[in-house]
Every structure is written in C-alpha cells, then in structure tokens.
C-alpha cells in the first residue's frame, strides 16, 4: 500500500470500501460507478487505488488484499466497542 497517498480513510472511503466489497461496484472508463451510477465523489475511486486498497481495472471493482484487511480491521473494531447503555 502506498502510504503516501492517503493520510486518512474517511467514513465516505470506508463506504465504498463496503460496497466494492459487496459487489455493487464496478470501474467504466476510468470512473468508479455505484449500483450503475458514478460516485458523487469522483476523487474517491483513483484515491483508493492510489492507497492500494482497490485494484482500478476495468470491469467490476475488486479490493485488494489490504483493502480487505482494512475492512476486516473496522469489523473487529466494531464488535470491540462496549454496547450502548
């Protein structure tokens, strides 16, 4: 990953993330689509790949193996959290 490229990962990246993971994503002449549709955010795509965390290639969006990791992290995170009172 390069780690250079991207300081932080943002609620909005970590929702793609979601959704490539999901398979709702796909990349179409160098755009990132949603369900069909281009992302409101037209930066989120190249930056995710530029971070190593989706592999920008034609066709349907894949994550790559710290794009997954990364997912992984947050979900362990997650049920780590005290429940609310």
């Known amino acids: 990953m390069d780690t ?4 932080a990962i943002t609620p909005r990246d970590r929702a793609v993330l979601r959704a490539v993971a999901a398979g709702r994503c ?3 002449a160098g755009t990132l ?8 955010d037209q930066f ?4 995710l790949a530029r971070a190593g965390l989706i592999a920008a290639r034609p066709g349907p969006a ?3 193996d710290d794009g997954r ?7 362990h995170d997650a049920r780590a959290l005290p429940a609310a009172a």
Request: glycine share 6%.
């Open 26 to 28: 796909e990349y179409a």
């Open 33 to 40: 689509l949603v369900d069909g549709l281009r992302c409101c």
């Open 44 to 47: 989120v795509g190249p930056r």
């Open 69 to 75: 990791a990364l997912l992984a992290a947050d979900a």
């Open 62 to 64: 894949r994550l790559t």
């Open 4 to 7: 250079t490229a991207i300081t």
